[in-house]
């Protein structure tokens, strides 16, 4: 066992005048099985590349273990997989390698071929492999989960349970759950770290959060009560200041003395109700500071005169002489929210294409009224770039709902003003996300759309669908979210 000792960390980018990290503190046992959370765009792969040495900071980061990143970079894809192994580890034995793959259920035949022919999944498998027979490790995993489909999520987070001496960065509330015994999470304002998985530190946050708006609001209360009692007490010890001057009703004169120490002792009850009053204001000040605003999103689709929207009969896609599905047969009517289930290369995404009009050759037939209008959001944000507003323009979508959005998914009014090419991949994500609830349409069309989303926005997508109900043909690997979302499920 290892401490990884973080003091009085600050850093930020160049250029930048606001701090990423401030002053923060905190120490992490290198045995731990950390997952690592938090909205997009605060930090998380900031905090990785900085444990890497990537950047300067003022502060310290001490440890004697060996920090590795996952996914490490391969020089040569085409390599056989034996030789990129090689390259990051070589003095790997050959046994402990395949005792690794066997865990992750990969055939050692994987490493007789080119990198680049591996699947995703494969190739996620094969790094963690590598990186996992290192001694004296402790790896950075960012983000493992996208684009692997369900059973090689599930896999890969068995076989993270068995290990221990990571952070793991990864909005898969299951695979964190299954994954990790710790959580760091970036807050608002600053870095926490509790013991369990997500649910039990989500749960926590949760009674943290209703305990701090209930303080909050009597606080609120006693401010104004103590507010109005303070006036009245003041403005009381005022007008008997001035009677000592005066007379009384009778015409015998006043006792300066008593009124005196009467409007003393009045004073000194306003001063005491004043300083319980700041109290209670500065106790306010310390409250609502990491509550994570959630607002409703909304959307606005399209009502369409059938029932039945969509319908594919033995319809079979192929590139070339490959074939990436055959006889796919389903219906889509209003009001369906439905899944495409299947492992990545069976051609879910072509399918979601196909529906949307894109020029693939299929055979079978497909059914689709020519006033049906989609909106689309693709796996891809490869493309993004310019501005907010030059972007919305190009869409043909309203620049303030757009904008609204993108505010209700945790974007600052200064991260709106930035080019989209300088976003991280949540927040670029969140771009295609409220374009599509910007868009005027029958069917909504969903490709992956929660990969590098965060936990907190993925809620609120779930509360949207929840609510609204609209029909929704989509692609996603988040179990919690496909088991809470889905109608129906057509597995390829």
Known sequence: MSIINVSNLTFAYDGSYDNIFENVSFQLDSDWKLGFTGR?????????????????????????????????????????????????????????????????????????????????????????????MKENQFLLIDEPTNHLDLHARKLVSDYLSRKSGFILVSHDRSFLDNSVDHILSINKTNIEIQKGNFSAWWENKKRQDEYELASNEKLKKDIKRLSDSAKRTGGWSHEVEKSKNGTRNSGSKVDKGYIGHKAAKMMKRSKNIEQRQLSAIQEKSKLLKNIESAERLQIHQLDFHKNEIIQLENVSIAYGSNTVCKDISFTVEKGDRIALYGKNGSGKSSILKLICGEDISYTGHLRKDPQVRFSYVSQDTSGLAGSLSEYASIAGIDESLFKSILRKLDFSRLQLDKDISTYSAGQKKKVLIAKSLSEEAHLHVWDEPLNFVDVISRMQIEDLLLEHSPTLLFVEHDSEFCANIATKIIEL
């Open 40 to 132: 997009n765009g605060r930090g998380k792969t900031t905090f990785l590349n900085l444990l890497l040495g990537k950047y300067e900071y003022s502060g310290t980061i001490s440890s004697n273990v060996h920090f590795e990143y996952f996914p490490f970079h391969v020089k040569h894809k085409d390599s056989m997989t034996l030789d990129v192994i090689s390259d990051v580890h070589p003095d790997y034995q050959h046994w402990e390698l395949v005792r690794e793959l066997n865990l992750l259920q990969v055939s050692e035949d994987v490493l007789y071929r080119p990198f680049d022919s591996l699947s995703n999944g494969e190739q996620t498998k094969v790094m963690l492999a590598a990186l996992f």
